[in-house]
């Protein structure tokens, strides 16, 4: 219920301070005043009709950035009010603010279920995917930005070729010289090998761990921690052979490989599908000195 403000009746010391100056300025000057009264009641209306409608939503602080309109090349975050419902992701605001308040909003999304990792941002100053994260586990209001160590090509998005490049530089495709002898013949692997690769297998390519190492911030010729982690999960593959894995150990030891890694497990807390990125790192540096090492 909005309060309405009741309207200043004049006294008669109004009235005679009116007689003092000309009949003309002092109408003026009274409907100046009885328009800005009614300014100021229209404007408490609506603040206080917002503030009921707003009662029960999310604010959202998203980044804008657009290189190709003059007006919008300098960043600025701009605020939303989405209507919140239970289980609401991040995602689900962004998309919401999108449709109903700014067309222009740009950002990647696809599947909606943690698996394509396009919707990967920088979430109340910590890298997640807006599709896995609760508005209601976040305070408000909840800033949303593109991931940092990456240059943005409009709002939320960033230019993701040089963590591809990366990403191939492992090969992270399966080979192998000792396949069986019979094309019908299942190329097995043991219990104990799978568990050991299986974490590695579920990276979604989101490039979280790689916006949120500094080694990676600060040299750009890194594999990355979701390079190596990949890596890992092939070279550590029985199937693969001794060859094989010779060949990925020569890839990650190089001078911006494995050996860069300072060991800060920042990659491993952000990561959305909980790999341990750094225990890989770390195991792929003791297969490369076991490799290495000469006994006489």
Known sequence: MST??????????????????????????RLDEKTKRREDRERQTEEEERAEEFE????????????????????????????????MTVLDAVMYARDHYDSSLTFRHSCRQAICGSDAF?????????????????????RIEPL???????????????????MEAVEPYFQTNEAPDSDLEEQR????????????????????????????????????PAAISM??????????????????LRIVEQEHGVW????????????????????HIQGLKREAVKKNLKFW
């Not at 920088?122 to 909840?142: E, K, M």
């Not at 299986?198 to 979280?208: D, E, L, N, Q, S």
Request: glycine share 6%; aromatic share 8%.
């Open 122 to 142: 920088f979430i109340n100053g910590r890298q997640r995917l807006g599709c896995q994260t609760q508005i209601a586990d976040l305070d408000q209001p909840v």
């Open 4 to 29: 309405q403000v009741p309207e200043e009746r004049e006294t008669e010391a109004d009235v005679d301070a009116g007689h003092a100056e000309p009949q003309s300025a002092y109408q003026e000057r």
């Open 231 to 248: 890596a890992y999960r092939f070279a550590m593959d029985e199937r693969e052979g001794g060859d094989m894995k010779e060949h990925r």
């Open 189 to 224: 692997q043991s219990r104990e090998n799978r568990e050991k690769i299986k974490m590695g297998t579920r990276c979604i390519w989101c490039a979280c761990c790689q916006s949120s190492c500094n080694i990676a911030a600060g040299d750009n010729e890194f594999l990355g």
């Open 260 to 279: 860069r890694c300072q060991t800060q497990f920042s990659c491993t807390n952000v990561c959305p599908k909980d790999i341990p990125i750094t225990e």
């Open 56 to 87: 029960d939503a999310a604010h959202i602080k998203v980044f804008r950035y657009d290189p190709e309109v003059a007006e919008k090349q300098e960043p600025r975050f701009d605020d939303f009010h989405v209507p919140f419902e239970k289980g």
């Open 148 to 166: 940092p160590h990456k240059e943005v090509v409009k709002d939320l998005v960033v230019d993701m070729e040089h963590f591809f490049d990366q």
